[in-house]
T-cell receptor, first 114, second 114 residues
Framework: AQSVTQLDSHVSVSEGTPVLLRCNYS??????LFWYVQHPNKGLQLLLKYTSAATLVKGINGFEAEFKKSETSFHLTKPSAHMSDAAEYFCVVSSRYNFNKFYFGSGTKLNVKP | KAGVTQTPRYLIKTRGQQVTLSCSPI?????VSWYQQTPGQGLQFLFE???????NKGNFPGRFSGRQFSNSRSEMNVSTLELGDSALYLC?????????????FGNGTRLTVT
């Protein structure tokens, strides 16, 4: 069975401070993990993906995520938040043996204060 | 490469009517998935088509149906519209035949049922 839990529904940071969005997953098999960002009334844009290569994954717009198997986590981070980062973020999991099924977290809304 | 294209972007319909939404996937992608997104329920999976066959299905009533054509383009139909069908409908395409192949989303169709 696979599932994703995003631990915070809302996160608020000040511009220029670090961002941490938390994601825990459950997967019976080797997981593929993804982070997506969604701006208002837009589709989801792929930020990065983990595919069993390096555990630290770098994505677009300065975001990165670290796969920690022992903690079943895949947290998304960024050293310095920009106003344009304000959006909703989704953590997604699929597996090597069921790769056509994707399981979405409930989303984290990131607010960036000036 | 052109991205996933959804048409129309906005639709206003009346209860009881039916509606058809269209999705053109990224060239070479054979899998097309449909999602419904609402503030209350979040992202919910409707169905996935691969090579013209429905491969996966979510828990939606039979009023929601879809199909995929030989060129991988997909349509989604909702009959006998209800107020609760008001939502952002997102289409996503992927290779669908490889581990680690992510979903690529269109910008969605905003359906309002009055």
């Amino acid at each position: 069975a696979q599932s994703v839990t995003q631990l915070d529904s809302h996160v608020s940071v000040s511009e220029g401070t670090p961002v941490l969005l938390r994601c825990n997953y459950s997967s019976s098999y080797s997981p593929s993990l993804f982070w997506y960002v969604q701006h208002p009334n837009k589709g989801l844009q792929l930020l990065l993906k983990y595919t069993s290569a390096a555990t630290l994954v770098k994505g677009i717009n300065g975001f990165e995520a670290e796969f920690k198997k022992s903690e079943t986590s895949f947290h998304l981070t960024k050293p310095s938040a920009h106003m344009s980062d304000a959006a909703e973020y989704f953590c997604v999991v699929s597996s090597r043996y069921n790769f056509n099924k994707f399981y979405f977290g409930s989303g984290t809304k990131l607010n960036v204060k000036p | 490469k052109a991205g996933v294209t959804q048409t129309p972007r906005y639709l206003i319909k009346t209860r009881g009517q039916q509606v058809t939404l269209s999705c053109s996937p990224i060239s070479g992608h054979r899998s097309v998935s449909w999602y419904q997104q609402t503030p209350g329920q979040g992202l919910q999976f409707l169905f996935e088509y691969f090579s013209e066959t429905q491969r996966n299905k979510g828990n939606f009533p039979g009023r929601f149906s879809g199909r995929q054509f030989s060129n991988s383009r997909s349509e989604m139909n909702v009959s006998t519209l209800e107020l609760g069908d008001s939502a952002l409908y997102l289409c996503a395409s992927s290779l669908g035949s490889e581990h680690n192949s992510p979903l690529h989303f269109g910008n969605g169709t905003r359906l309002t049922v009055t």
